[in-house]
């Protein structure tokens, strides 16, 4: 498939904006460094700058780029109604075009986007190398030889990030599970490339959740990655292969809605009308496939749930994953159906939408501000009480379990339909409540 | 030549060993963002230092005055009349990393805070001991005490409560030459000459606030907010005269004319008909028995008023709605128009049916579409007229069109700011409302605190800006300036 050179941000979605600075207090990079050039304002005014030809990407305009997090939190409060996160892609995908990246960036950037991906069969043989890396003594004792320090810094930190991996692994299939009740038709889930090996157990309760709802639910094979980290690191390309394979992995069957349990999937599979806007053979099909996208949370708060529910005795709060909140503008479904299970106390952060610093790979790429970030979220989360922290994104979950540990903090993280799954659990007088993994 | 990246350069080593590597901005791209404020006018500074508290402020004012380089104060950036722009370059001093609440006191009612703090985080922080801080302007999510202080800001409540110089009991200054003082004091009683209250509205012509003691009131028991729309702006500008003479002051009374209505509908989505010549949006607060009193009143009146409908927001979260469509209105033009230059006029209530008339035939004359947000209580009007600085021309025949209004107002007997500030924009006109005597006594002030003309350079006084750029005493400083390590 022959790229089409990728140009920049848009001089009219850059000219959106009338520098008015509201956007600034919700932007966490700014209110971090107190620096203009680290503002929603001042990234849009260098990129048009930049587009204009006054300045060129030079290694500070370059930085400032990088540091964003790409959360669209300044794209939720903006009264002008910038779409930064559209530009921010944009710019990233000219960057990348235009700067090569050091060999070793590309060559990761390689392996991970092209050669592993785009491939289930692929990423389940690694997730499988590293489930039996996790064993018993095995990642202790090369931790202790400290063989890791042959690796760079970033794999380093990713090697400390990493969860122990579900002890098996959730895949899509042709079975159908069918709905409890009355009929209320199909349901697809999407399944993501994260969730299905460190959290399987967010997949399948998202399963039997809908399912205890009145859904059929299926979960079509020939589904890849939303292709959701390419598009924010440029690789508009890779992205745009990937959204292909998963209009035709979901248009097959039936128009059923389709499914999605984390944020960052659900804000790019919503967006594929965007993405493939410029080919003419899937535009239209992009279009019907976007409509067709729920996020979990968003889809079951449609209607009063269904089905007995059990008291779950916990103290939570919510963190807003940002791309849930910010780029899919949805809040209140998480929260009320949490309301909705007996025993849930759910005790609200003082800044819940805030970045947690996960970010995708922003955590990686920016270890610095990301542990700043996290930092300030765990102060946030410790101010509340709670004993769960409770999101809607496999990304945040990874961030704010790591973040317990950092700060020696007790308590767990789970996935809104993890305490929905155990209400219905205890609601069958299922004593037996599984731990979220911490 | 010199080097701007060369980090050894005397000023910008010296600055960075005050407030820090990062906190000194000196790359010529990263100064770029520095070249902007709220307002239409562009100029980028020379460098940017961030000071991180009281002590770094004067030091930093001690190398600028040592280095004889001109400093302009910046708070948040949310400014409309061009007080952070740094006219003839210079240093800007960002005050955007003082951000601590240094203590809040509910039992004296009163909160000490540095300047960087945001508008809003005040009254979140007293809100858990029932108090609130009055002052909210418009952009109050993102605005700052230190501007707001320069500014001697408004806001929709201040029909109700005042400006800013209503709810600042005292406030630690320092001065061009790097000392720090005090003026006012916490108790709000002071013998000898109301420092505090010359140097709040002073725009940084004099020095930069450092810490500022706040009033802090307690909230009201309850609180409702009326939408009454009309189907001529005139009856809504009858209708707010009405409401004050029946003797009822409302907290708030804000005006939305059609086109801002339409901004904030196509962005927002605060529930304004689409349909309307004009809404007005009214708070009341008080007592609860008060309240519901005064609202029938006002709803009675608005009916009588020709209001099409009268609406009283159900809950908290209708009334938040209205409210965000009227605080982001102005950013909401962004949606209906690449740039727009809002003006800050003042005139008499009951002049208000003529001056939005003949505004409109001013903004008719030049071909540009304008959209009237009102502080429609106490007479504070904010033209906002819409244009593309693509265009070529059009900013400066926006600027003319903006003078034509601005004199409107004057000559209907109104005043030349109602909030905003004087800054660049409108210092011209400072000569229609002020005779030479006025401004010679009012510049005296200046030397009095120790700053001259390159403390916030081209501000204010009429002609400041094209004196202090074409001076040669302005050229002189810049040299010293270079020598010492800006870049220009």
Redesign the interface.
């Known amino acids: 498939m022959a790229s089409i050179a990728p140009r920049g941000p848009l001089i009219e979605d850059l000219?959106?904006?009338?520098?008015?600075?509201?956007?600034?207090?919700s932007c966490p990079t700014y209110v971090e460094?107190?620096?203009?050039?680290e503002?929603p304002?001042?990234r849009l005014?260098?990129m048009r700058?930049k587009a204009e030809g006054?300045?060129?990407a030079?290694s500070?305009?370059l930085r400032?780029m990088d540091l964003c997090l790409l959360c669209r939190n300044c794209e939720a409060v903006?009264?002008?109604?910038?779409p930064f996160g559209r530009i921010m892609q944009a710019q990233r995908a000219e960057v990348l075009a235009t700067h090569p990246a050091p060999w070793w960036e590309r060559l990761l950037r390689y392996v991970v986007f092209t050669l592993l991906m785009p491939h289930p069969a692929r990423i389940a043989f690694l997730a499988g190398m590293l489930r039996f890396y996790q064993r018993p003594g095995l990642q202790g004792l090369v931790r202790k030889l400290r063989v890791l320090r042959i690796f760079p810094a970033s794999l380093r930190q990713m090697e400390a990030m990493l969860p122990p991996l579900s002890s098996h692994f959730f895949s899509p299939s042709m079975a159908v599970t069918p709905g409890h009740g009355k009929g209320r038709g199909g349901a697809a889930v999407f399944s993501g490339c994260v969730m299905p090996y460190l959290y399987a157990e967010v997949n399948e309760a998202t399963v039997r959740v809908l399912a205890r709802n009145g859904y059929d639910v299926k979960v079509p094979p020939g589904q890849v990655c939303c292709g959701s980290l390419q598009e924010h690191s440029g690789e508009r390309a890779a992205a745009e292969a990937l959204a292909r394979r998963n209009i035709d992995a979901f248009t097959s069957g039936e128009a059923d809605p389709i499914i999605v349990n984390a944020a960052g999937c659900g804000a790019t599979l919503k967006e594929y009308r965007e993405l493939l806007a410029d080919d003419p053979g899937y535009r239209d099909k992009a279009s019907e496939f976007a409509a067709r996208v729920f996020d979990v949370n968003e889809f079951l708060a449609r209607h009063k749930l269904r089905g007995a529910l059990g008291a779950v005795p916990m103290c939570v709060t919510y963190q807003d994953s940002c791309h849930l909140a910010h780029a899919q503008r949805v809040t209140s479904a998480p929260r009320a159906l949490l309301n909705a299970v007996p025993g849930v106390e759910l005790f609200e952060m003082h800044l819940p939408d805030r970045c947690c610093g996960s970010a995708g790979i922003y955590n990686i790429t920016e270890p610095e501000m990301s542990a700043r970030l996290l930092h300030n979220k765990m102060q946030d989360v410790q101010s509340t009480g709670a004993d769960t922290i409770v999101t809607a994104n496999p990304g945040c979950m990874l961030q704010l379990s790591v973040g317990l540990t950092r700060e020696g903090m007790p308590g767990r993280v789970a996935h809104v339909v993890q305490v929905l799954d155990w209400a219905y659990q205890a609601g069958e007088g299922d004593e037996k409540m599984p731990g979220a993994k911490k | 030549m010199f080097n701007q990246r060369d980090p050894t350069s005397a000023l910008i080593r010296d600055l960075q060993a005050v407030v820090g590597k990062s906190y000194v901005v000196h790359a010529p791209e990263d100064l770029l963002v520095y070249e902007y404020d709220c307002s239409i006018d562009r100029e980028h500074p020379s460098i940017v230092v961030l000071p991180g508290n009281s002590e770094e402020v004067a030091a930093v004012l001690k190398l600028a005055a040592r280095a004889g380089m001109p400093v302009t104060p910046r708070g948040a950036g949310t400014g409309i009349s061009g007080g952070a722009i740094p006219v003839g370059r210079g240093m800007v001093v960002a005050l955007t990393r003082m951000t601590r609440i240094l203590d809040l006191d509910p039992v004296n009612r009163i909160a000490v805070v540095e300047p960087g703090v945001i508008n809003l985080d005040v009254t979140k922080a007293a809100a858990q001991h029932g108090l609130f801080y009055a002052p909210d302007p418009s952009s109050q999510k993102a605005c700052c005490i230190g501007g707001n202080i320069a500014e001697n800001s408004g806001g929709a409540h201040c029909l109700a409560y005042g400006l800013t110089t209503n709810h600042v009991l005292a406030i630690e200054v320092a001065l061009p030459d790097g000392d720090v003082v005090w003026l006012g004091d916490p108790t709000g009683l002071e013998p000898g000459y109301d420092l505090r209250g010359v140097f709040i509205g002073s725009e940084g012509t004099l020095g930069i606030v450092t810490k500022a003691v706040l009033r802090l009131l307690p909230a009201p028991e309850t609180v409702t907010t009326l939408l009454a729309v009309f189907d001529q702006t005139d009856y809504a500008s009858a209708a707010v005269s009405a409401v004050i003479a029946a003797g009822i002051v409302p907290a708030a009374v804000e005006m939305m004319d059609r086109l801002a209505i339409q901004a904030v509908e196509a962005s927002l989505h605060a529930g304004y008909p689409k349909d309307a010549a004009a809404v007005l949006l009214i708070e009341l607060e008080g007592l609860r028995e008060t309240v519901a009193e005064q609202a029938q009143a006002v709803a009675a009146i608005c009916e009588v008023q020709n209001a099409r409908a009268v609406e009283v927001a159900q809950s908290a979260e209708q009334r938040e709605r209205l409210w965000a469509g009227r605080k982001g209105v102005a950013g909401a033009f962004g949606s209906i128009a690449p740039n727009y230059y809002i003006l800050d006029g003042v005139a008499p209530r009951t002049k208000l049916p003529e001056v939005l008339r003949r505004v409109e035939e001013i903004a008719a004359r030049y071909e540009f579409p304008v959209a009237n947000v009102l502080h429609a209580g106490d007479g504070n009007l904010h033209p906002c007229i819409l244009f593309d600085d693509r265009v070529p021309g059009a900013d400066r025949r926006v600027l003319e069109a903006g003078m034509e209004i601005m004199r409107v107002c004057i000559d209907a007997g109104g005043a030349l700011t109602g909030e905003h500030g004087v800054g660049i924009e409108k210092q011209d006109c400072m000569a229609w409302v002020f005779s030479e005597d006025d401004l010679a006594a009012m510049a005296k002030l200046r030397p009095a605190f120790g700053a001259d003309a390159k403390f916030n350079p081209g501000k204010v006084f009429p002609g400041a800006r094209g004196e202090w750029e074409g001076s040669t005493g302005a050229r002189r400083i810049m040299e010293r300036a270079l020598a010492a390590g800006a870049y220009i």
């Open positions: 000219a959106r904006c009338v520098h008015c600075g509201l956007c600034s207090q460094t107190g620096l203009e050039t503002s304002r001042g005014h260098l700058a006054r300045i060129a030079t500070n305009f400032h903006c009264p002008s109604g910038v």
